[in-house]
């Protein structure tokens, strides 16, 4: 038994450096993710549960693009980020604004109900089956040592670190992103101080979704899609939010590889459904014992 | 005494219109019943206590692979499966209840552990053979009244009905008991109960264990009707968030207001299901959702606010 332990670990430890790898570059897909969300966590106070439905409409609308136009999902990106930024935008005056203000519950079953209709909307047009949207990057492999990298996910992780970093910037250092903040922190204060903070709503929403849009054809050269994608994604960027603080910019980067990480190595060691069963429990543990997260409190 | 035989009639009269069904009848009655009696566990603890579950599918999978397995490999009786399943129902909750509540999660960190431990559960069990993993458990047909399966869907019209009815006593038993008001008052304002002297996370607690008893004590007359279960159609999202959808359409913590929104959505899913006649799969569920989002917007309290709106008004 012993013996047989340490072949299989001796076997295990060269693939080290290649999951470590898958870990890293899916991590940083988790964290842009993850950062929409907190985004509209930290500035709405609303707790989003359509966000991964979003993303999962971005890539059907790259499959569209791909099918209809003949267009690479690179290419398809001028179409799909400005679209699920509209849909975000009506989404947000629709159904988001009127519960604004109303019960956590009330917020939470609007969009349980929204990611009912979004989910089950794309399940009725393109049937539950898997689609490709192959890219003309799709086949090109980076080699770095031992280590083997799709091109493409490697766009789409540099892309969404890059992302992140702006979308930081943005809050950070510019007036519109002082604005965002002022309604963030406190929304009687900032209507006093003449913020319009009903636009600033609006604006951090779109970010916050149509980062999305952003993603969704950066990372169908690799993914297949299919009408649940939006509600793993959903669970996923949850479980990274939440243990990188909620609402907190930097804790959703920083949550993101980390689950990234845990994900692929815990693929590594046992494979199958057995990898889901330790995410979750890390995410219960968290919320049991530390509810605010690694970095705890609220920063925007 | 008046709820009490009111509902002793209304029951009565159920059980006198059963035989009269059609079969097609009989099993939408069969659902509605089961479903009937989630909603109404679920509405103990998210709506009259005020702590909002996205995992009760945890309890109702937790009673119906618990009686099953025991029948299956030990040749335990379904009826005391359906007991046992109960006791682990309120274990589970208590337990649940326990660890979240003392830690002072609520809101959407609740909903969030709740959906968590329910999705969890499910690849637990999808990776343990002995449960039969991802294939689920099928229930051979021996139909005997030992074995809590009938002949005919009129049985399971019964067995059912009865679920629904304890249900029914327990929630009107809280609400005319202190217990009802230590829920009330928990859920209107946690600070102002716990300055009346109510133990707030001793409410919650016992609030828990009553709503998981009653949801598990569904999961074995489901898995004895439908004799096959596997994880995701007893631990999945889905029944979850359906609990959670009758409850709030039909009203959230009224007493009654979820047995009326399951009376409402599960016959229209069916007839919706018959019309479409498997073409468009999903359809109903995006029906469910537009009616979620149009009841929040417009009638916050439900069906069962409306409905006792409109009363009032008649009698004003």
């Known amino acids: 038994m012993r013996a047989w332990r340490d072949d299989s670990l001796m076997d295990v430890l060269p693939l080290l450096p290649q999951t470590l790898a898958d870990g890293f570059l899916l991590g940083a897909v988790y964290a842009i993710v993850a950062v929409g969300l907190t985004l509209t966590f930290g500035v709405l106070r609303i707790v989003n549960f359509a966000h991964g439905d979003f993303l999962a409409l971005g890539l059907y609308l790259t499959y569209i693009g791909a099918t209809w136009l003949h267009l690479d999902p690179y290419l398809s990106l001028v179409l799909v980020l400005p679209l699920v930024t509209l849909v975000a935008a009506f989404t947000y005056r629709l159904l988001i604004a009127p519960v604004i203000l109303a019960p956590e519950h009330n917020q939470i079953v609007v969009t349980l109900g929204l990611s009912l209709i979004l989910q089950n909307a794309m399940l009725a047009i393109f049937t539950a089956d898997l689609h490709a949207m192959p890219s003309v990057l799709s086949g090109h492999i980076v080699r770095i040592g031992n280590v083997f990298i ?10 969404s670190i890059a992302v992140c970093l702006g979308l930081y910037w943005l809050l950070r250092s510019t ?3 002082r604005q965002i903040r002022a309604a963030a922190q406190d929304r009687d204060a900032a209507l006093m101080s003449g913020v319009n903070v009903d636009r600033m709503y609006l604006i951090a929403f779109c970010i916050g979704v149509g980062s999305l849009g952003l993603v969704a054809p950066l990372i169908a050269p690799f993914n297949y899609v299919s009408p649940s994608v939006g509600s793993n994604f959903t669970l996923t960027a ?12 930097v804790g959703a980067l920083i949550g993101g590889f980390i689950i990234g990480l845990v994900e692929a190595v815990g693929g590594l060691l046992t494979g199958g459904s057995i990898n889901f069963i330790i995410t979750y429990a890390i995410f219960i543990l968290f919320l049991l014992f530390r509810p605010e997260g690694l970095l705890g409190g609220r920063r925007l | 005494m008046k709820p009490m035989l009111l509902l002793g009639a209304v029951i009565a009269l159920l059980a006198a219109l059963a035989p009269f069904l059609s079969i097609y009848g009989q099993h939408i009655f069969v659902l509605v019943a ?19 579950s996205l995992g009760h599918a945890l309890f109702v999978g937790a009673g119906a692979y618990l009686s099953t397995a025991l ?15 109960a006791c682990l129902g309120g274990a589970l909750g208590a337990l649940m209840g326990y660890t979240v509540f003392r830690r002072k999660l609520s809101g959407v960190y609740f909903a969030l552990v709740t959906l968590a431990l329910a999705e969890m559960t499910l690849h637990i069990v999808s990776n343990v053979s002995a449960l039969g993993a991802a294939n689920g458990l099928a229930i051979p047909a021996r139909p005997s009244l030992a074995n809590l399966q009938f002949t005919s869907k009129l049985g399971y019209c019964y067995a059912a009905l009865a679920v629904l009815t304890v249900a029914a006593i327990v929630i009107i038993v809280i609400h005319r008991t202190r217990l009802g008001y230590v829920f009330l008052a928990i859920r209107e304002n946690e600070r102002s109960a716990a300055a009346l002297g109510i133990d707030v996370v001793q409410g919650k607690v016992i609030a828990a264990a009553i709503s998981g008893a009653l949801a ?3 999961g074995p007359i ?14 999945g999202i889905t029944l979850s968030i359906d609990a959670l959808l009758f409850s709030f359409v039909g009203g959230l913590g009224s007493l009654f207001g979820p047995l009326l929104g399951t009376v409402v959505l599960v016959p229209l899913t069916e007839l919706l299901r018959g019309m ?13 959702g537009v009616i979620l989002v149009l009841v929040m917007r417009l009638a916050p309290r439900g069906l069962w606010g409306l409905l006792s709106d409109a009363i009032a008004r008649r009698r004003a």
């Open chain 2, 222 to 235: 489901y898995a004895n009707y439908v004799l096959f279960i596997d994880p995701e159609s007893v631990f």
């Open chain 1, 150 to 159: 799709q091109a493409a996910a490697l766009i789409a992780s540099a892309a």
């Open chain 2, 34 to 52: 089961l479903y009937g009696a989630v909603a109404l566990a679920w509405n103990i603890l998210g709506g009259m206590a005020g702590q909002m």
């Open chain 1, 175 to 177: 007036e519109l992103g």
């Open chain 1, 238 to 249: 949850f479980i990274v939010v939440v243990l990188g603080s909620m609402g907190n910019f």
């Open chain 2, 276 to 288: 479409l006649a498997g073409r468009l799969a999903g359809i109903h569920l995006i029906v469910y």
């Open chain 2, 216 to 218: 598990a004590l569904v």
């Open chain 2, 71 to 85: 029948y299956l490999k030990l040749g335990v009786s379904p009826w005391i499966g359906l007991v046992l399943a």
